[in-house]
């Protein structure tokens, strides 16, 4: 398997249930990101992770809950999310720290539906 | 901080017809620019971007985009639309020092008609 991968592609879940994505990068990268996609929004950034740790959260509720074991795998977990949670969520990696090539790489994404 | 906009979230054009999806930025000091491409069900894909040199980039598919600094602008063009191109397109920008931040626009779903 090349590039990102992110798992499932699709979840449906209640606003009670616990689940988890995952996203793996096979890029040896070193970086990264959890982007949140709504329709007629901009991408918005969630979280950073830069050698396992998190550098930036942009203020995101404490029902999101992202994990990096290593630098090949982020997970984000999710708690009792609201129907406005629903979107395309998008896991990215990049090499950095060059900033001249420090490309972000994205997954296919993980369609969520909260009911 | 940093900010994009892209004029126009729909472009159609005739296949063979000239692309052209506007972005402007906004930010402080001069950014890093991309361009990337959505197809239906996948991720983004970065097509070009824009660090430093030649204001004229060339990316995969046969775009290309110019920075315009006095224009603060990164229009993404292409000759001879294809139907393949059929897409939503999103420009980013970053800061050149720092987290790599990408602040995205709200992306063109840019329609090939045959």
């Known amino acids: ?115 | 901080a940093q900010s994009v906009t892209q004029l126009g979230s729909h472009v159609s054009v005739s296949e063979g017809a000239l692309v052209l999806l506007r972005c402007n930025y906004s930010s402080s000091v001069p950014p890093y620019l991309f361009w990337y491409v959505q197809y239906p069900n996948q991720g983004l894909q970065l097509l070009l971007k824009y660090t430093t040199g030649a204001t004229l980039v060339k990316g995969i598919n046969g775009f290309e985009a110019e920075f315009k600094k006095s224009e603060t602008s990164f229009h993404l063009t292409k000759p001879s639309a294809h139907m393949s191109d059929a897409a939503e397109y999103f420009c980013a920008v970053r800061l050149q020092t720092g987290a790599n931040n990408l602040f995205f626009g709200t992306g063109t779903r840019l329609t090939v008609i045959p």
């Open chain 1, 1 to 115: 398997e090349t590039g990102v991968t992110q798992t499932p592609r699709h979840l449906v879940m209640g606003m009670t249930n616990k689940k988890s994505l995952k996203c793996e990068q096979h890029l040896g990268h070193n970086a990264m990101y959890w982007y949140k996609q709504s329709a007629k929004k901009p991408l918005e950034l969630m979280f950073v992770y830069s050698l396992e740790e998190r550098v930036e959260n942009n203020s995101v509720p404490s029902r999101f809950s992202p994990e990096c074991p290593n630098s090949s795998h982020l997970f984000l977990h999710l708690h009792t999310l609201q129907p406005e949670d629903s979107a395309l969520y998008l896991c990215a990696s990049s090499q950095g720290p060059d900033p001249t090539t420090d490309t972000q790489y994205f997954g296919p994404g993980t369609r969520l539906t909260v009911l």
